[in-house]
């Protein structure tokens, strides 16, 4: 077979085989418009101010794309559940699995720049009768054939079908990008629900103990009211906040058990009791960070190199609908060998070859350029998207920094109001109950305890948060 097919090569027309070669490697220029990265249409330097004081003047630090996760996030138990879930949270599976299939996609749009080449056998036995017969009798004719053969094969002069792969291969790493940036996301939402579920926990223990002492205070001024020693109106008094810690425990109870669903739907399954925190004091430091010395850090952000990425599949695209307006060529070819017997098929002389190029010139469809219209535009609002887009990281950056620089004093300034209020609540009760004060005071004071202490949990809460938000935004744990 292998002497037949090549006695069918030598057959050819040398010019036929000559063309082939040249249509093969003339082929493949591309139209799509050479593609720039835009300016990032934000300050080069990050704000500026009171408010970002301490943000960015801590020498030493690195920037987050330097840091690992394991690193940033120093709790053991934190980074066992945030294992848990790149393993087995739905969302991440989803987003990589979208990226395997966008990689099956661009390697079926690559092969479409080589012939499809098949081989194909054949076989054919009929019988012809006398009256259609040439010879006038009826006859048997058998026709046997193998044949390797190219159908209809694109040769890609204009490059339509490699701005096509262009396209292809910019969705695939946007995608790409995509699973990345839905991993940080990811890791930070896991790290922030576990934080806050750490924080609720803490509020409930602030509220069943602020229940306790309270109802304490109450059955021991219902006594003295029984025994007529005190006014009905400072047992009234004294019910109020028996009352507000009561529904405070019912409501932090409901806020726990939903943290940990919520948690539980992060992590892809149960998080076991022994990883979970009692409050926000026994939480491991998170690791300080640079926002680095120029916004155009930001540049790497895994949704923003994916816009990008976007963009320029717009420009293939537009490649794509240049070359729709000029002619496509393309070719249909095969050699092999044939016989009237079955066992004369790899006989001498019994090789055949064929080709046949086509070409089709577009003459009228307005579809063509209304396409091309659609194609730049396309890349126009790509455009204005990677903008926003920049935009908006910054301004989630800039937000990140100016909670970094505030929050300590925050923090400080809280403490210091607990502290403040916690003697204000002891000389208070100290002064009713050697009958000086009214238990209105000791009320009012026991209020603006209880929401102080409330206040200094959110604050911690805020800056911790605030910190991994930082980490997150700038691009930290993606890989």
């Known amino acids: 077979m292998l002497l037949t097919i090549h006695q069918g090569i030598n057959d050819m027309n040398k010019q036929v085989f000559f063309l082939l070669v ?11 418009p050479k593609y720039t990265q835009p300016k990032a249409p934000i300050p080069v330097q990050w ?12 020498p030493g630090l690195v920037t987050a794309p330097e840091l690992s996760r394991q690193e940033f996030f120093a709790d053991p138990k ?9 393993d087995n949270n739905r969302d991440l599976r989803l987003a990589a699995l979208n990226v395997e299939r966008m990689r099956a996609l661009y ?3 690559r092969a479409e720049l080589l012939p499809s080449v098949n081989a194909i056998g054949s076989g054919n036995k009929q019988r ?3 009256d259609l017969s040439t010879t006038g009798e009826s006859m048997t004719v058998e026709q046997y054939g193998v044949n390797l053969g190219i159908a209809s094969w694109e040769i890609d002069f204009f490059g339509r079908i490699r701005s096509l792969k262009e396209q292809a291969l910019q969705e695939y790493l946007a995608t790409e990008q995509a699973r990345r940036s839905a991993q940080i996301m990811l890791v930070s939402g896991v790290a922030g629900v576990y934080l806050t579920l750490a924080a609720d926990r803490g509020n409930l223990k602030l509220a069943q103990s602020t229940f306790e002492t309270q109802q304490t205070a109450y059955d021991l001024i219902q006594r003295q009211y029984e025994l007529g020693l005190t006014a009905e109106l400072d047992l009234r008094r004294a019910q109020i906040p028996v009352d507000t810690a009561r529904g405070d425990v019912a409501r932090f109870m409901q806020k726990v058990a939903q943290d940990q669903n919520a948690l539980n739907l992060l992590a892809g399954s149960p998080v076991p009791e022994n990883l979970l925190l009692t409050d926000l004091s026994s939480v491991a430091p998170l690791k300080e960070i640079s926002p680095g010395l120029s916004s155009e850090a930001l540049l790497n952000r895994p949704d923003i190199v994916a816009a990008e990425h976007r963009l320029k599949e717009a420009y293939a695209f537009i490649g794509v609908a240049r070359a729709a307006l000029f002619p496509r060529i393309s070719l249909t070819t095969s050699i092999g060998t044939a016989s009237g017997e079955l066992s004369g098929l790899f006989g001498s002389g019994s090789g055949t070859w064929s080709y046949a190029p086509q070409i089709a010139m577009p003459i009228f469809d307005a579809r063509t350029w209304a396409a091309l219209r659609v194609s730049k535009t396309d890349r126009k609002i790509l455009l204005t998207q990677y903008e926003k887009i920049i935009q908006t990281a910054f301004r989630e950056v800039a937000d990140a920094l100016a909670v970094q620089g505030t929050i300590d004093r925050q923090v400080a300034a809280q403490q210091s109001l607990v502290h403040a209020v916690k003697e204000t609540y002891r000389l208070s009760r100290e002064r009713y109950t050697q009958g000086i004060d009214s238990y209105l005071s000791v009320l009012d004071a026991q209020r603006s305890l209880y929401a102080a202490q409330q206040g200094l949990i959110g604050i911690r809460l805020a800056r911790l948060a605030g910190q991994v938000r930082l980490y997150a935004v700038l691009g930290g744990g993606g890989e």
């Not at 500026?48 to 004081?53: D, L, N, P, S, V």
């Open 22 to 32: 040249g249509i093969f490697f003339l082929g493949g220029c591309s139209m799509a």
């Open 47 to 58: 704000p500026q101010g009171t408010a970002y004081k301490g943000a960015q003047e801590v």
């Open 78 to 86: 934190l980074q066992k559940i945030i294992e848990m879930a790149l």
């Open 107 to 109: 390697d079926i749009q």
């Open 128 to 130: 012809v009768p006398a």
